[in-house]
């Protein structure tokens, strides 16, 4: 680990004005995946800004009649929490789906959302990777590719994200709060939170310099059941080959986002529409445009799959 210096923010703006000061520097929460980047050299930020003090911490009502979820809110307490787990039940269930019980307990909202890929091109730094050395190339494309990326992908990547929380939070159309270096705040959908690869695969989400996540918002409750299937090699502490976060209704509509297969929670709000004729049919305009490797063509027939006991479970439930 290279040597780094480290602040502790006072404020939200204190810190998004921090990182400004630095160029390069990189917030600090639960560091559960930062600190191993910067273990292996991938992350070498020369400066820290511990924002675990700014009291980002409460899950509280809007006045839309959703919940307001602070960017430090530990992933063990999110899931936990009573309203979550009444009226957002998908979003519960995939964060218990997603790591160890102790690194839940250290995982923080906004840090989930900003954990980088696992694709072993990315951990090996004598391999070329595009998202760790931009213009050195992609060595997943013609190498190992069977956990990796089967829609949405470039010639200079074909990473998945790796979050289990985001493809809930897809489902449920949530938004990112944030706030700038000069004191502005915005809110962004989580539908245009993440970014495709195209030619600059280190460009993981749309904030700017020094922007810092403040909260994640929910809508009103959507009703319908809720569900979250992963499809992973072993049964617990592993990232997901498939995942599905559905909220399906009585009539049969709904909606469906997808973990596991893309550089972001992969959900088309036109494929929902075939929900009615089931998980072939929605599948084939879910992943229509998919080109995936020889690795892992397996998984179009997976989502299908996996879609169809998502489906059957909801259909009995």
Not at 14 to 37: C, S, Y
Not at 104 to 121: D, E, F, I, K, S
Not at 295 to 313: H, Q, S, T, W
Request: some cysteine.
């Amino acid at each position: 680990m290279k040597p780094f210096t480290y602040e502790r923010a006072e404020s939200p703006a204190a810190a998004a004005g921090a990182a400004m000061r630095h160029p390069g520097a990189k917030f600090v929460a639960g560091g559960t995946n930062l600190l191993d980047l910067m273990k292996l050299e991938i992350e070498e930020p020369m400066h820290l800004i511990d924002v675990n003090g700014l009291q980002l911490d409460k899950i509280e009502p809007t006045p839309e009649g959703g919940l307001r979820i602070g960017a430090l809110v530990r992933n063990t307490d999110l899931a936990a929490d009573e309203r979550v787990r009444r009226d957002y039940g998908v979003l519960s269930r995939a964060l218990v789906a997603g790591a160890s019980g102790q690194l839940r307990n250290m995982a923080t909202t906004a840090g989930n959302l900003l954990q980088r890929t696992r694709c072993p091109y990315f951990y090996d730094t004598n391999q070329p990777c595009n998202k760790r050395l931009p213009g050195s190339g992609c060595s997943a494309v013609d190498g190992a590719s069977r956990q990796l990326a089967i829609i949405g992908v470039s010639e200079a990547c074909i990473a998945t994200h790796p979050s289990d929380m985001a493809v809930a939070l897809r489902v449920l159309d949530a938004s990112v709060e944030t706030i700038l270096p000069d004191g502005t705040t915005r809110t962004i959908p989580i539908a245009d939170f993440h970014r495709l690869p195209g030619d600059t695969p280190h460009l993981e989400t749309v904030l700017q310099p020094g922007e810092l996540i403040t909260a994640v918002t929910l809508p009103k409750p959507l009703g319908g059941t809720h569900i979250y299937h992963k499809v992973r090699d072993r049964a617990s502490y592993a990232f997901a080959l498939v995942s599905i976060a559905a909220v399906i209704q009585r009539d049969g509509s709904g909606r469906v986002a997808v973990g596991g297969v893309a550089h972001k929670p992969w959900r088309v709000e036109a494929a929902e529409a075939e929900l009615p004729r089931g998980a072939k049919a929605v599948t084939e305009r879910l992943l229509a445009d998919a080109k995936p490797t020889k690795d892992n063509a397996f998984k179009v027939k997976l989502v299908e799959r996996v879609l169809g006991a998502v489906l059957a479970e909801a259909k009995g439930a």
